[in-house]
């Protein structure tokens, strides 16, 4: 697996790119990723990240509350660590154009930086091999997140 350094616009964060993996145009504050090189269409990969000004209390991990407040509010959720990180992970059913599909979320971050990672799917590709193989890239992809 090679991979590519991806640089936010802005600069504030990376993590390195599964090769085939491009990004897409989606909105402002959120960097859109595809597997490119698949044949058929394997998920969406999103990154939103967000930068909490500085607080008076430097002591307060603004990421670690927001993470605990995910696993709270959301059935199913846990506590994982990725790299270094603390991470609420968790999934959703949801539903878009009469299309079933699979959420898959990550939460990580620390002190005033949160990703909101996700991960969707079409429902029947939940359990197939080649859905397995892309969580394996994108766990790997939020691993590698680095605050620049």
Not at 25 to 31: A, L, P, Q
Not at 34 to 57: L, V, Y
């Amino acid at each position: 697996m090679d991979n590519n350094i991806y640089i936010l616009r802005g600069g504030w964060f990376s993590f390195r790119l599964i090769d085939g993996w491009e990004e897409y145009d989606d909105d402002d504050s959120t960097h859109a990723f595809w597997h490119e090189t698949e044949t058929s269409w394997t998920g969406n990969f999103r990154i939103t990240a967000f930068q909490w000004p500085n607080t008076n209390a430097p002591h307060v991990d603004k990421a670690y509350e927001y993470i605990t407040t995910e696993i709270a509010e959301n059935a199913g959720a846990q506590r994982i660590i990725l790299g270094q990180n603390d991470c609420a992970y968790y999934k959703k059913e949801s539903q878009q154009d009469g299309v079933a599909n699979v959420v898959y979320y990550w939460i990580t971050g620390k002190q005033n930086d949160i990703f909101i990672c996700t991960f969707t799917i079409d429902k029947v590709q939940e359990s197939m091999l080649i859905n397995e193989r892309e969580l394996t890239s994108i766990q790997s992809m939020i691993t590698s997140i680095k605050i620049i």
